[in-house]
Structure formats: C-alpha cells, structure tokens
C-alpha cells in the first residue's frame, strides 16, 4: 500500500538507535523501535493525518497494514490516526478497534485506545452494555479499558455503571486491574469524595490493597 510504504519511510528517515535501543529496553525489549520521540514521531506524520481527515472517512485497509508493522511507532500512528478521525467512528467500529486492542497489548497502547472507547461511550449511550461485556472478558486488557473508560468524565460519569463494573473485577490478582481499580476511584474520588469513600468502606474486604492505596491517596 502507498501510504502505508510512504509512513514506514518517514519513519525510516527519522530512525535513532540509540534511542531505539533505549524505548525498547523501557517496554521490557516487547517492542522493535525507530527511536522516534513523540514530538517529532507525530510531526513526521502530520500531512498524512491531514490527508486523511480531509477524506473524511477511515480507511481500515492503511490502518491494518500499519498496525501488523513489527515497528510500535505504527501501533502508536494507528490510535493517533484513530483519534483525529475519532467523529467518523461509532459502535458499529468496536470489532475492529478490539482486534487492535487484543494485538500486540500493553499498558501503552491499551491506556491510549481507552480515550477512542472513551469517546464512542460518550456518543452513544448502548456503550455501557458493551462496557459491562468487557468487564468480565477473559482479557484482561479488555477489562482494563472498561474500568477506566469513565476517567475525568467528573460529573458525567455513570456511577452504577463504574461500581458494577468494578465490582465484576474485584478480587483480581492481576497487577494491571488492580491498578485501574485504583486509578479509576482515584480520578473520581476529585469530583465525588464521599462516593469512593463508600465504595471502599462497602467492598475494602474484596479490594486488592494496592486499589485501596491508590484510590485514598487524595481522600
């Protein structure tokens, strides 16, 4: 595919291994690299985006090529492609949004895919019976955006459906849940207080302490 061909030179041009070396060693050697920086990774593909929302439509075709690249620079073009073009996604999308999520996983990219489902789930309302499907899925990544898929949404957020959701994971052994548990009653805890403060007092015996840690740490 042209585009994707056109992306993997840009990225080729802009490689650094050392810094490859070193972004590779922080995702714990899961990944291959270019070495790009942030900044300068999405600047080198700032007129492709552009392009591509000035077509006003996803093109899952690009999209799948880029995201099978062994390279994470293309993982991470993939959700940024995903969140320009976020207005043109709907339910009907989250298949495809969930094969991405299910490949090539880590907390990187899955804490970055949570603010595309976080964007569908505000636009239609049918996303919570969805959430509540992810919350006991056998991945446990899956579970991990649908507990923090109401982060910062502050007064928004759907209390019954964050406790149910919460309560579907409690009891995890899992570092990873425990840790949105926590992060997810923690971000709240700023706009609703008193709520988390019942929430832990009603299931501290059920929670992992690292959710209770993390959850207290501004009540």
Sequence with gaps: MDKYIIL?????????????????????????FYGLPTPLRRKAYKTILNQEKA???????????????????????????????KK?????????????????????TIDSFNKIVAYIALIDNKMSYVMIEWSTDEDFW??????????????????KLLEEILVNNLGSTEFFINKAIGWSLREYS??????????????????AKLSIREASKYI
């Design 190 to 207: 700023f706009t609703n207080p008193i709520w988390v403060k019942k929430f832990i007092n009603k299931y501290k015996n059920k929670m």
């Design 142 to 159: 899956i579970r991990r955006i649908a507990i923090i898929h109401q982060l910062y949404q502050k007064e928004k957020t759907n209390t």
């Design 88 to 108: 043109y996604l709907s339910i009907n999308d989250l298949p495809k949004i969930k094969r991405y999520i299910k490949t090539k996983p880590w907390w990187d």
């Design 8 to 32: 993997k030179k840009l990225f080729e041009e802009n490689q650094d291994e050392n810094n490859a070396f070193e972004m590779s060693k922080y995702m714990r050697n899961k990944f291959l």
């Design 55 to 85: 077509n006003k439509k996803i093109d899952w075709k690009f999209l799948d090529y880029c995201y099978n690249d062994e390279h994470r620079e293309f993982q991470y073009f993939v959700i940024d492609y995903l969140f320009a073009l």
